[in-house]
Structures are given as structure tokens and as C-alpha cells.
């Protein structure tokens, strides 16, 4: 994990967070090993803050289809 990605990972709102979880490609560096489970709290942290309904909302902006 770099110190980069790290503070990106703290940065990021969770409408950024949640479009690189569906669409960034494994090889990033982002979802391996201790990087991923950092990810996945501040992404949790994130959805529990904006709650349910802005994170359906947020999901539902960006698809499922690769940009």
C-alpha cells in the first residue's frame, strides 16, 4: 500500500469509492491484500454516513456499465 493510494482512499466521497470498487481493474494495487480491507472500512464509513437512500441513489448513478 502507498501512501498515495492511501490518502486517496481517505479523501474520496462515497460516490468515488464505490465507482472504483465496480470498475477499477484488480491490477491497480487497490484490492490487495491490507490496501483492500482499508478500502472496504472507509467505504463502509462513508455509506453509513451519507445513509441507505443516498447510497442507493449513488449507486444507481453511476450503473454497472463501464465508463
Known sequence: MTEEQRR???NASYLELLRKWRF???E????TGELTLHYE????RRKKEIGPGAAVAAS??????AP
Not at 491497480?28 to 484490492?31: A, D, P
Not at 472500512?41 to 463502509?44: A, R
Not at 444507481?60 to 456499465?65: D, L, P, T, V, Y
Open 24 to 26: 477499477e481493474l484488480s
Open 41 to 44: 472500512n472507509v467505504m463502509d
Open 8 to 10: 486517496w482512499i481517505n
Open 28 to 31: 491497480s494495487g487497490y484490492f
Open 60 to 65: 444507481k448513478s453511476i450503473g454497472w456499465e
